[in-house]
T-cell receptor
């Protein structure tokens, strides 16, 4: 079973920041938080991942709480092409740590 | 960045025939690859873990004799759906472990069994 809880769906206005929450209260000390997104009928696309510290790349920012029990993915300026299902996953990475997908959050970016 | 190529993207086959899906790591060596299945409006479900040079590890409820996995090289894993039936119609996706604790996914294969 997935070890994360996410809202089923969210809406966001185009050009605004999209903040997607994720709860992972049972995360272990060696587990990373990964975010992927899936646009219809495509393979999941990597967005970002982190262990303890906040992370930022060209796509998004990842804010992890100090107790690591929850995190937020931030898309700073959402566009219509960001409409997708966003998955938050915890895994220890590597060959033994496969990714178990939950149901994700369906983000709809509206004009 | 790391790229995983999956072929074919779409395949239609007759019931009772077998279909092979290929997953290649293009610019890196993938010791471990994963195979997922996704039914409409559902999330990805892990089917098996494929390790180069050894037998695949299947998740509970996945028939290893029906879904044959071969990972004979560090850049290629194949999934063969044997004696396919309409209920095997699904979206099949592979992924590979990359460096820096990352995972890269293929673009998926839409299998339709008629």
């Amino acid at each position: 079973d997935a070890k994360t809880t996410q809202p089923t769906s969210m809406d966001c206005a185009e050009g605004r920041a999209a903040n997607l929450p994720c709860n992972h209260s049972t995360i272990s000390g060696n587990e990373y938080v990964y975010w992927y997104r899936q646009i219809h009928s495509q393979g999941p696309q990597y967005i970002i991942h982190g262990l303890k510290n906040n992370e930022t790349n060209e796509m998004a920012s990842l804010i992890i709480t100090e107790d690591r029990k929850s995190s937020t993915l931030i898309l700073p300026h959402a566009t219509l092409r960001d409409t997708a299902v966003y998955y938050c996953i915890v895994s220890d990475g590597g060959s033994q740590g496969n990714l178990i997908f939950g149901k994700g959050t369906k983000l709809s970016v509206k004009p | 960045g790391a790229v995983v190529s999956q072929h074919p993207s779409r395949v239609i086959c007759k019931s009772g025939t077998s279909v092979k899906i290929e997953c290649r790591s293009l610019d890196f060596q993938a010791t471990t690859m994963f195979w997922y299945r996704q039914f409409p409006k559902q999330s990805l479900m892990l089917m098996a873990t494929s390790n180069e040079g050894s037998k695949a590890t299947y998740e509970q409820g996945v028939e290893k004799d029906k879904f044959l996995i071969n990972h004979a090289s560090l850049t290629l894993s194949t999934l063969t759906v044997t004696s396919a039936h309409p209920e095997d119609s699904s979206f099949y996706i592979c992924s590979a472990v990359t460096g820096n604790y990352g995972y890269t996914f293929g673009s998926g294969t839409r299998l339709t069994v008629v």
